[in-house]
């Protein structure tokens, strides 16, 4: 399983970005026991986030939101103030 993180382009009206943590694998069976073993049973229903699971493209995907922000200043390094 290799896992990629990845941030949306639209800062909303909240101030908040898309994160995007994609988990990907190269046969269908174990991303379905990851799903079911480590993703289903403990995920919050009400954090907010959004699980998807793409059958076709071996890939588990969960978006959250996150302070903009706060993402353009680790990538800039600047430190909160």
């Known amino acids: ?8 382009n639209t800062i909303y009206n909240d101030g ?4 995007k943590v994609k988990y990907i694998f190269e ?3 174990p991303m379905m026991l990851f799903f079911k073993d ?10 907010g986030n959004i699980w998807e699971v793409n059958r ?17 200043n680790s990538i800039i390094g600047e430190e909160e103030e």
Do not use: P
Not at 1 to 8: C, H, L, N, R, S
Not at 38 to 47: A, K, N, Q
Not at 61 to 70: G, M, P, Y
């Open 27 to 29: 046969d269908v069976v």
């Open 16 to 19: 908040t970005i898309a994160m």
């Open 1 to 8: 399983m290799e896992v990629k993180q990845e941030f949306g």
């Open 38 to 47: 480590e993703i289903w049973g403990d995920r919050v229903e009400e954090s």
């Open 56 to 72: 076709r493209e071996l890939t588990i995907t969960c978006t959250s939101w996150v302070q903009a922000l706060d993402h353009y």
